[in-house]
């Protein structure tokens, strides 16, 4: 594995690779992933913001605004909130948190402690040798003395065009916000159709956005068709840690932007508060901690 360093507007990003994949991670941005780009195919399956320069942002900082893309992941909360006492910023504490990281010969951790809910993150990303897989191996350790109620949750950009297709066995699906869906008044349906649309097709950029729970599948997996059907990127993990899949995709309706974002989640709804109060959130008391692999693929949809 070839290791490297480079600096972009003052964030340092660091790179592992091989012959078939090239990472990047920014540890100063709670442990970004930049990139994931495919050596065989020449291709970046990650989507970018290329409004916006890559910067750190000060913690408690306005999310959607500052959304440069790649891979973030939301811990403690989504929306600002106040949960087990405390006041969480918007789409919580990691994404502006600088974090530690070491590197080996075959790994590149990110670690540190979260200051408001005392849970300590560690990833370890690995290059799997013969495929175009990245094995991300997670710690979660709740070292706040009291018990945490919180939402883990992935989150890949991904680039997009008309055409392309979610991947999930999801049974059922549910519209988040439906004031700015293009199917307002779906309720609960059986995934993909809406109203006789194949929800999990990409259409045009037309000015629209979807916004979706996706649960009971069979599987912890999700994916994303690209290329006329030749890419594939995909998330594999334990389903007892995401129990549920959140697909959050624009149009063009959310700031112009045209991408689709891969969300597994260990909590629905968006609150944690109302998560919680329906034992469908991730629980850690004192000491405890989560441990689980979540592994990518990033290559041909063979």
């Not at 112009?256 to 968006?270: F, G, Q």
């Amino acid at each position: 594995m070839i290791q490297s360093e480079r600096s972009v507007n003052g964030v340092r990003l660091l790179t592992i690779e091989n012959d078939d994949l090239r990472v990047e991670v920014a540890p100063s941005l709670g442990g970004k992933v930049t990139s994931v780009y495919n050596k065989q195919l020449k291709n970046e399956f990650l989507w970018h913001n290329d409004g916006l320069p890559l910067a750190e942002q000060e913690a408690g900082a306005d999310y959607d605004s500052n959304f440069w893309g790649g891979i973030d992941e939301l811990l403690p909360n989504d929306i600002p909130e106040t949960v087990d006492g405390v006041a969480y910023p918007d789409h919580g504490e990691l994404w502006t948190t600088q974090l530690d990281y070491k590197l080996s010969d075959q790994c590149l951790s990110v670690y540190g402690l979260l200051p408001r809910s005392g849970l300590f993150y560690e990833k370890a990303l690995h290059l799997h040798a013969d495929a175009p897989k990245i094995k991300i191996e997670y710690r979660i350790e709740n070292r706040s003395g009291v018990r945490r109620h919180f939402l883990w949750k992935l989150h890949a950009a991904l680039r997009i065009r008309e055409g392309d297709r979610l991947v999930s066995r999801a049974g059922k699906g549910r519209v988040v916000y439906p004031e700015s869906s293009r199917f307002p008044d779906a309720g609960e349906f059986q995934w993909p159709f809406v109203r006789g649309v194949d929800a999990a097709v990409v259409p045009a950029k037309n000015g629209t956005m979807d916004f979706f729970y996706l649960y009971d599948s069979p599987e912890g997996k999700m994916g994303f068709i690209s290329e006329k059907g030749q890419h594939l990127f995909s998330y594999q993990y334990d389903q007892t840690v995401f129990p549920y899949q959140w697909y959050f995709a624009s149009y063009g309706q959310f700031l112009d932007h045209y991408t689709a974002i891969l969300e597994p989640a260990s909590a629905m709804p968006v609150s944690v508060g109302e998560a919680a109060g329906l034992g469908q959130c991730s629980v850690l008391d004192p000491g405890e901690k989560i441990q689980t692999t979540v592994t990518i693929y990033a290559g041909e949809n063979r």
